[in-house]
């Protein structure tokens, strides 16, 4: 067998250089990562024929990868976006249950969150939305960049619409409504809106947004931007005037996926071709809320259709985990991908931390995995079981 030329084995090295460090191939790349609220794994139609609300969520999906074994690390809210943000369980990073509004507690404040690690890495970063990891003093989300709401909206609102299926006496008790807190609008510290307008909050977010990216861009820096909606929580804003054929809960489906493909539009044009965009959700739908609940799917056995059962939020069954996600990335993300490897939204802060080059805290577990070798489509493993 005759020996290599120096070219072969300089080209050689130069190929596989570029398979191992796509974030030294291609500069930093920015990271937008989207954060529904209690929608349904069936909430989308690239997941479940039947849906027919989300063509932007969709379009999403067929430009990139979706994920059909992609789990939550909790089943309500707080626990949830505590682990994505930390890249750690709730047994280790101390967030095991929701926070309330009258809690004085949050994220403990000794966990390294995913911003942090990128902005010692060169990046702007900024947080949208829902924050529900504490406002009190310190915990409260003041760092630079904020605009959304601490708690969700059901905290606002009153009075929850009742459950159709619910008898008259669960619908006198307004069970899980309330009625005496005016949510207010943040930017940073600073109230600018109480009580928060829902119908015109998607769109301000997308301002939000948008300027931030805009900015970013121009700043020269790679960014990373969580997004976190209010949609698909109750209570739902109704929009006016109200189409027959959605109903109430896919109208608003039909708002949040408006959002997201605005978010793309703006990706598209100053992402300067290299963002990674990651859609997914907290948890489950709450199933509670019945024909203002999201959509399962096929995740719903015999004992979750009768009364008082559930498959969704609140559980550790199928639905309440299992939740959509799409992973969109232009040249580097194959298109029209879908895949079967076993993820979760831990795996989105080693991930992201790997592909803008820079290390993992030291001195601390964390649970989740860098899968960029399944986003690149070189690999469909990921947890075992």
């Not at 949830?80 to 249950?97: D, F, M, Q, W």
């Not at 301000?204 to 209010?230: H, N």
């Not at 056995?301 to 199928?318: F, I, L, N, P, V």
């Not at 992973?327 to 298109?335: F, L, N």
Request: glycine letters at 10%.
């Amino acid at each position: 067998m005759g020996t290599l030329s120096p070219w072969v084995v300089l080209a050689l090295a130069v190929a596989l250089a570029g398979l191992s460090a796509p974030c030294v191939a291609y500069g930093q790349p920015n990271f937008i990562v989207i954060l529904a609220d209690d929608v349904g794994w069936g909430d989308l139609g690239a997941n479940w024929a039947e849906t027919k609300e989300t063509p932007h969520l969709d379009e999403l999906a067929a430009e990139g990868m979706r994920f059909v074994d992609f789990h939550s690390a909790a089943s309500t809210c707080s626990p949830s976006r505590a682990s994505l943000l930390t890249g750690r369980l709730g047994a280790r990073n101390g967030v095991t249950h929701n926070f309330a509004v009258t809690s004085i507690g949050g994220l403990p404040l000794n966990e390294t969150t995913l911003a942090e690690v990128l902005r010692e890495a060169g990046y702007s970063t900024g947080a949208i939305g829902k924050w529900h990891l504490g406002h009190h003093g310190r915990h409260h989300p003041s760092f630079r960049d904020y605009m959304g709401v601490a708690y969700p909206p059901s905290y606002t609102l009153p009075p929850c619409p009742p459950c159709p299926r619910h008898s008259a006496a669960v619908r006198v008790t307004r069970k899980d409504c309330y009625t005496e807190v005016a949510l207010p609008l943040f930017e940073n510290v600073t109230i600018v809106q109480q009580p928060v307008n829902l119908s015109s909050l998607a769109a301000r977010y997308v301002e939000a947004a948008a300027r931030f990216i805009q900015q970013a861009s121009e700043s020269g820096r790679p960014f990373f931007l969580y997004l976190a909606l209010a949609h698909m929580h109750v209570p739902l804003w109704v929009p006016s005037p109200l189409s027959p054929t959605l109903g109430i809960y896919g109208a608003a489906l039909s708002e949040m996926d408006a959002l997201v493909g605005q978010i793309k539009q703006v990706a598209d044009s100053h992402g300067k071709g290299n963002t990674l965009l990651w859609f997914t959700g907290d948890n489950g739908p709450w199933a509670q809320k019945c024909e203002l609940a999201g959509r399962l799917g096929p995740f719903v056995g015999a004992w979750q259709r009768q009364q008082g059962g559930s498959s969704a939020k609140q559980t550790t069954w199928e639905g309440g985990h299992r939740v959509p996600a799409l992973a969109y990335w232009p040249g580097r993300i194959p298109a029209k991908t879908t895949s079967h490897a076993l993820l979760s939204t831990l795996d989105i802060f080693p991930t992201l931390v790997a592909l803008a080059g820079a290390a993992l805290p030291p001195n601390r577990r964390f649970d989740g995995l860098d899968v960029s070798p399944v986003l690149f489509g070189w690999s469909d493993v990921g947890h075992k079981v």
